[in-house]
């Protein structure tokens, strides 16, 4: 379908979100400097090319940015059976007692209890392996449940970051390189747990950091650890059958702090990535926080838990004013997010605009502001 295509308004259906995407446009390394790549200023009715270090432009003293800390695992391992065949883990999730849940790619799933032999690292001699307890969270899970060893043993977090590979999204064709290890992470990183980078993030650098810092932007941080769902598209034609995966995140007390005292100034709440904006909407929701925060004094605690949120046009966000993210897949869960978030034809038009103008897509593509529909 062209994006051009006008649609009707509601109901929404999978196919509102196709697009036709040129291949060329999907970015396969990133910009040479991380601020160095393109902003499609969408935060007003008519489109501005921009570049990422003249974001500071479109900020105000007194908004708060919100990031993701979540730092990317080395969470892709191979091996092989007993039998010789080979076997790709991505893991998912670490559960403690050097257990995990990872994604399975074989040609014939092994038994339970079956010990596979991990590849480790370049000139390693240690034995890794990885023995299958069953599927995860219970039997009827899409995911497997392994332990994960090796001779010094290490828990999974070291064991991967030794011999594990960057879990590169789909579409990018090439194998993870020196390159991908320190690019497809933010500056910030510090919680690991993601199979994915908070895309958005990417674009950050320390110097665009100190500057935001300089004129009295504040910053904050949330944790959501992205999973391996965030590339999967919706194959429902109806919405309300799409069932999300499940990601952990965790909203600290000092950024609950930070976002009343935003509202209660008069700031913009400014989410830099999608993940934030299911962090924050995710804790809303879980509180019972209505808008604006300004006026609901409460007791601040610490929170944590899974969300499997998912936003869809007609949502009413009540945190988030602005977003910078990256463009999206078509037919995914986060196109439908920023089409709730900003409205679905002006969406339609941004993408328009930026494949006309050959933006660069996807996770090492450039990036969009955008501000919340009223």
Same mark, same amino acid.
């Given at each position: 379908m062209n994006i051009n295509t006008p649609l009707h308004p509601r109901p929404y259906t999978l196919s509102d979100f196709d697009f036709e995407l040129p291949p060329e446009l999907i970015a396969q390394h990133p910009a040479p400097e991380r601020s160095g790549s393109r902003l499609l200023d969408g935060s007003a009715s008519t489109p501005v090319d921009r570049i990422f270090r003249g974001l500071p432009a479109l900020l105000q003293p007194g908004d708060l940015m919100v990031f993701n800390d979540t730092q990317v695992m080395n969470a892709r391992l191979f091996g092989e059976k007993p039998t010789g065949g080979k076997v790709e883990l991505l893991v998912e999730r670490v559960l403690g007692a050097n257990q995990v849940a990872a994604h399975m790619r074989v040609s014939k799933k092994p038994e339970v209890g079956t010990s596979l032999a991990l590849i480790g690292a370049p000139g390693t001699r240690e034995h890794l392996s990885a023995t299958l307890l069953g599927r995860w969270p219970d039997e009827q899970g899409t995911l497997f449940r392994f332990v994960l060893s090796n001779d010094a043993g290490d828990d999974p977090y070291t064991l991967m970051? @030794? !011999?594990?590979h960057v879990p590169l999204p789909p579409y990018i064709t090439h194998t993870d390189s020196p390159e991908d290890a320190k690019r497809y992470q933010t500056v910030f990183a510090k919680n690991p747990g993601a199979v994915a980078a908070p895309t958005a993030a990417l674009h950050f650098d320390e110097a665009?950091?100190?500057?935001?810092?300089?004129?009295g932007v504040q910053r904050a941080h949330v944790t959501l650890h992205v999973g391996a769902g965030t590339f999967q598209p919706v194959k429902t034609e109806n919405l309300? *059958? !799409?069932q999300m995966h499940s990601e952990w995140f *965790?909203?600290?007390v000092a950024t609950q702090q930070a976002l009343a005292d935003c509202h209660a100034r008069g700031g913009r709440v400014v989410a830099v990535g999608t993940t934030t904006v299911r962090t924050l909407e995710s804790w809303a929701l *879980?509180?019972?926080?209505?808008?604006?925060?300004?006026?609901?004094? @409460?007791?601040?605690?610490?929170?944590? @838990?899974?969300t499997r949120i998912f936003i869809t046009p007609g949502f009413d966000f009540k945190v988030v004013d602005a977003l910078i993210t990256n463009f999206h897949l078509p037919k995914s869960s986060l196109m439908m997010l920023v089409s709730a978030f900003a409205g679905f034809e002006h969406i339609r038009a941004l993408y328009? !605009?930026?494949? @006309?103008?050959?933006y660069r897509f996807f996770s090492y593509g450039d990036a969009m502001l955008l501000a919340r529909r009223a």
């Amino acid at each position: 379908m062209n994006i051009n295509t006008p649609l009707h308004p509601r109901p929404y259906t999978l196919s509102d979100f196709d697009f036709e995407l040129p291949p060329e446009l999907i970015a396969q390394h990133p910009a040479p400097e991380r601020s160095g790549s393109r902003l499609l200023d969408g935060s007003a009715s008519t489109p501005v090319d921009r570049i990422f270090r003249g974001l500071p432009a479109l900020l105000q003293p007194g908004d708060l940015m919100v990031f993701n800390d979540t730092q990317v695992m080395n969470a892709r391992l191979f091996g092989e059976k007993p039998t010789g065949g080979k076997v790709e883990l991505l893991v998912e999730r670490v559960l403690g007692a050097n257990q995990v849940a990872a994604h399975m790619r074989v040609s014939k799933k092994p038994e339970v209890g079956t010990s596979l032999a991990l590849i480790g690292a370049p000139g390693t001699r240690e034995h890794l392996s990885a023995t299958l307890l069953g599927r995860w969270p219970d039997e009827q899970g899409t995911l497997f449940r392994f332990v994960l060893s090796n001779d010094a043993g290490d828990d999974p977090y070291t064991l991967m970051a @030794r !011999h594990g590979h960057v879990p590169l999204p789909p579409y990018i064709t090439h194998t993870d390189s020196p390159e991908d290890a320190k690019r497809y992470q933010t500056v910030f990183a510090k919680n690991p747990g993601a199979v994915a980078a908070p895309t958005a993030a990417l674009h950050f650098d320390e110097a665009l950091l100190a500057q935001i810092d300089a004129m009295g932007v504040q910053r904050a941080h949330v944790t959501l650890h992205v999973g391996a769902g965030t590339f999967q598209p919706v194959k429902t034609e109806n919405l309300a *059958e !799409h069932q999300m995966h499940s990601e952990w995140f *965790e909203v600290p007390v000092a950024t609950q702090q930070a976002l009343a005292d935003c509202h209660a100034r008069g700031g913009r709440v400014v989410a830099v990535g999608t993940t934030t904006v299911r962090t924050l909407e995710s804790w809303a929701l *879980e509180n019972g926080i209505g808008s604006p925060m300004a006026q609901q004094p @409460r007791a601040l605690t610490p929170f944590s @838990r899974d969300t499997r949120i998912f936003i869809t046009p007609g949502f009413d966000f009540k945190v988030v004013d602005a977003l910078i993210t990256n463009f999206h897949l078509p037919k995914s869960s986060l196109m439908m997010l920023v089409s709730a978030f900003a409205g679905f034809e002006h969406i339609r038009a941004l993408y328009a !605009h930026a494949i @006309r103008e050959k933006y660069r897509f996807f996770s090492y593509g450039d990036a969009m502001l955008l501000a919340r529909r009223a």
